[in-house]
């Protein structure tokens, strides 16, 4: 098993995962503002969630991969610290309480800290290539979005995404339905963030 | 903090999680057979993980409350044990997928087991009281379902349920936000799983 | 590989960790109380985080071995019960300092929950079988000692090893160097932890 | 209770855990280079250890703390890349069996990942303060071992314990005895590990 073939076989849900009006509106502009500032707000718990999983899951790694989640994490740290000074300048306040849907997600990361590495690596690639390929989707962003599209589509980004499938893919070529499954979830639970802010607006 | 300020200051969360058409189908008889069915392999799969997540608990529990949670996971055996046997009367399969509500609220017994035990204990105590509350409201249960309902109302049951809320208070003592908000969340998950079964029915 | 290859292979280190003065002493009475009273305080402490440890292994353990396992951890509550009102007897104080070894012993249990299941299983049976063994060599035990050398002699016991022990032969079948260096590990600090009451008196 | 406390109140133990003949063996090139092969084979093993769990107690930090120790595993494993390259160009196998020292140890360190984070944080302090210490000893080092003093005392690593040490300083503010324990033990280890080394040769 591949990347590639997960990304082939679970096309539609793939598509789905990364293909959104929420995207689309920022894209064009039509995203109203306040809908934008709640998901930021869902994204950077999200985000603080990851950074503590993403350490467990380096606890777990064989010694070739502990650079790549060293970084990783590390790098983790950095976009919180981004979301931070965004916020701070938006007067956003970001201790927001969990929406369902990010409730979700989060604790999906946290369980999966007691699955094998193999599955853990798998979900991790899945959910940051989503997000890039989510966010390509919205290039070049309307102006009031822009740094936002920029900073989630830049190279250093996309290289750390690329060093991520090079590393799932020496763990899938063993894998198994387990993997698979975690794959099909994060490619949901992406779908379900961008919906959570956008639609029904009851973030 | 005590267990009956919870049960009061969040008394719509609470009755919402505990009263559901599901119940009422089983107490009157109008519940499908199917809808029983599937909303049953939904919660053998959950009753696997709270066996396992129960387990981490008891990892972190004072010594005072070590034969509480053992005797509490010996009795999670006991209860996967009596699902098959009743699965394998129905001819059912319980190894189904998760339903994404299943498998969020199993991912949050899973995510709890990073939290501080007095958080654990809490929300172990509120699904269980939940739980055999819910199955109240159902008694005597139709003919189809009365075996269940009797299963899940019983006296040992109860008592389990009565040592954990004694339990609970004492942690609740010295209890807070954390302990709050996992309160909250058991209740809108309890509230999800029986609507996961009736309703529309794509579980 | 089966239980009986890692006892045959490893037949000097595992005589090492069944048989010695120590357990000589509780046998013809020679034991000096105190040094009896010093070893029984950091067994308990040892008991103590085995209960903990164990629940860990649990919530790892495939479905066919969750009775097994949720049985060893109640007989564990059983046994600090036991061991509280032994204590109480004697007028001992078991909340003891850790001694060295036993630090040592105690800290790999819980290192051993980041290990597979399969290491964890089998570093359990052994650790059950040894002490069983070791307390056979010291039957019928010396008068003042004679409780405890039936205690932990019983058929009840002798049954759970057995019982551990055929789990732990499923395991091994496909096991390797991981299972086998769990076996060396737990057999040494057998070893030690006899040593540790009786030699120097240092504990 | 401040770092300076602890150093204090255990002048004795700290002093044992920073000075000891094979540092001073280190200094005045009296040390055997087969004595420091096999030390260095057994610090490896622990330096992997260190940087799964101390992935383990990021996890478990303050959003204050995430940037730190972020940092510190990184770190870690540019450590290890440096212990690679040193043992290829002396031709040394760094795939040793552990010693028990360094099994103790490091077991040690995966049991503290179910202490709170204050105690983790007082051991990881503590351990990377008594190995800065105790390479200052030997400084500038003998021929065959400077640029190894070197590495353990630079500016960058002396940085990096200094800020440990004030974070350190904010959990202890409201430590208590299980933080005294924690750095009592890891004293305790820092001298076995060098004793470990020199002395008898048994490593």
């Known amino acids: 098993m591949t990347a590639e073939d997960l990304l082939r076989d679970e096309a539609e849900l793939w598509h789905a ?15 109203p503002a306040d809908a934008f500032a709640r998901w930021l707000c869902q994204d950077y718990r999200f985000a ?13 790694a064989p010694r070739d991969d502990l650079e790549l989640l060293a970084n990783g994490v590390l790098a983790m740290v950095a976009e919180l610290e981004w ?3 965004k916020a701070s300048e938006r007067k956003l ?7 369902p849907t990010a409730r979700a997600y989060v604790d999906h990361l946290h369980a999966l800290t007691y699955q094998p590495y193999s599955v853990q690596l798998t979900a991790l690639w899945a959910l940051e290539r989503a997000y890039l390929e989510g966010w390509r989707t919205a290039l070049p962003g309307a102006p009031p979005f822009r740094e936002f599209v920029e ?9 750390y995404v690329d060093a991520l499938e090079a590393a799932a893919n020496r763990v899938l070529a063993r ?20 919906e959570m802010a956008y639609g029904d607006g009851d973030v």
Chains 1, 2, 3, 4 share one sequence.
């Open 17 to 31: 995962a990364t293909h959104h009006p929420f995207l689309d509106g920022v894209r064009d502009g039509t995203l």
């Open 48 to 60: 603080v969630a990851l950074t503590r999983a993403e350490a467990r899951y380096l606890a777990n």
């Open 83 to 85: 979301f931070e000074r």
């Open 93 to 99: 306040v970001l201790d927001v309480p969990l929406h």
């Open 151 to 159: 900073h989630w589509t830049n190279e250093t980004y996309s290289a």
């Open 175 to 194: 894998g198994g339905e387990a993997e698979w499954e975690a794959f099909r979830w994060v490619a949901r639970y992406e779908r379900a963030f961008w």
